[in-house]
């Protein structure tokens, strides 16, 4: 069996408790936002949770699809960052849950705007280039 920093993995470990913890935050944040009845958040996406070692910090990463709403979405979420705070020390079964921050995820714009950027310079995906055989 291969070790992963240091340690020895068994077979129905195959993810670390950080790992564990992001999936369970991600899975009770987005069905807390669900019930949060607020218009700006309808929308909202979690694209994905960072938990540090310590377990003392969860990055939520989320996403909008008007870029134009970002700002109002980041106030909505810091309003009711406690109750998902709240949330989370409900209904997991951890001693001490990680602090929640809320950060817009930009990977899927910056994606956009790089691919937008290849296309000018000739150099789009392989179905728009001509075949150089």
């Not at 109750?83 to 079964?93: E, G, Y």
């Amino acid at each position: 069996m291969g070790n992963k920093r240091g340690r020895q993995r068994r077979s129905g470990q195959n993810y670390e408790r950080t790992d564990r913890v992001s999936g369970l935050i991600r899975e009770i944040a987005a069905s807390e936002l669900e019930r949060i009845d607020d218009p700006q958040l309808f929308l909202v996406s979690i694209t994905g949770v960072d938990v540090d070692r310590e377990l003392a910090h969860a990055t939520i990463w989320f996403q909008v699809p008007d870029e134009d709403d970002l700002e109002e979405v980041v106030e909505a979420l810091e309003h009711q960052r406690q109750r998902i705070q709240r949330a989370l020390a409900r209904q997991s079964r951890m001693r001490r849950t990680p602090t929640v921050h809320f950060v817009p995820d930009m990977s899927i714009q910056e994606a956009g705007r790089i691919e937008s950027i290849l296309e000018e310079l000739g150099m789009g995906d392989s179905e728009t280039r001509p075949d150089t055989d």
